[in-house]
């Protein structure tokens, strides 16, 4: 089975995005809206002036990625998001993204310069914890935390489909992340994530962490941030060289709404 021409285009694309973005930002390209009334505007340059074309929403979870500078512009960013999925789904997961734009840089913020969650291991070392520690007048046991689950993968024993060139792009009918030619010995994946908040906890459902391979458990590759007790966004950089991609779930009052992920390699 061979890859399509258009996914071809769109892995080139994230990677010269994340490329893009190296250069400007610490961790991750995704950006969200902080505006008070919770929107922006995007807009693109039409003869002289600036045409509206759509409108990405801090309350509907809308994440979308950083490019560069609008052309000619000092207020104005370039982004990149995906065509939202109008169904009544209670999980989407995009891995291409087909709409841009540009945005007033002082209406959003970078994922990662959002309050940070403390991070942490369990015991047995196979789980990574954020815990929400913002605000010390909260009894330990009542913040916010967000578990991370990983675990050996018994993929090798499950029904592999790869391409012209021998790579495997997928996995019991799902597509891979984190693999190249054979699954290696040893390989983990996600098993679990978990939210649990104060009259809330949930765990992502299936679709969300599926043929997640070789999970990062370097912190400096994860990350869980907040704009507020009802959006929460945990971002991965997985996997290594030509294997490694990139993703951000939204957490949507306290369970995983939606989910962008690409491959980068490095």
């Not at 509206?52 to 000619?72: C, E, L, N, Q, S």
Request: proline share 5%; glycine share 6%.
């Amino acid at each position: 089975m061979m890859i399509s021409v258009k996914k071809t285009f769109y892995l080139s694309v994230f990677s010269f995005l994340f490329m893009a973005f190296a250069k400007g930002q610490n961790k991750v390209p995704f950006g969200v809206v902080k505006a008070e009334d919770g929107y922006a505007m995007v807009r693109v340059h039409k003869d002289d002036y600036r045409k509206i074309i759509d409108k990405i929403r801090m309350k509907a979870g809308d994440v979308f990625i950083y490019v560069k500078p609008a052309p000619g512009e000092t207020e104005w960013i370039w982004i990149k998001y995906p065509e939202k999925d109008d169904t009544d789904k209670p999980f989407v997961r995009y891995d291409s993204i087909t709409k841009e734009g540009m945005v007033n840089k002082d209406r959003v913020v970078f994922v990662d310069k959002l309050p940070q969650f403390t991070p942490s291991k369990s015991k047995n070392g196979r789980s990574l914890i954020f815990t929400d520690n913002t605000n010390p007048k909260i009894p330990g046991n009542q913040r916010t935390k967000v578990i991370i689950d990983v675990y050996p993968s018994y993929a090798k024993l499950k029904k592999q489909e790869k391409d012209a060139d021998g790579n495997i792009i997928k996995v019991d009918k799902v597509k891979a992340w984190g693999v190249g030619k054979e699954i290696p010995e040893g390989m983990t994946e996600i098993k679990s994530v978990r939210v649990q908040q104060p009259g809330r906890g949930s765990v992502f459902v299936r679709d969300a962490i599926k043929n997640m391979f070789q999970p990062t458990m370097d912190f400096n590759n994860v990350g869980v941030t907040a704009i507020d007790n009802d959006h929460i966004f945990l971002y991965m950089i997985n996997g290594s060289g030509e294997n490694r991609y990139t993703t951000i779930w939204t957490i949507k009052q306290g369970k995983v709404q939606s989910q962008i992920i690409y491959k980068n390699p490095e």
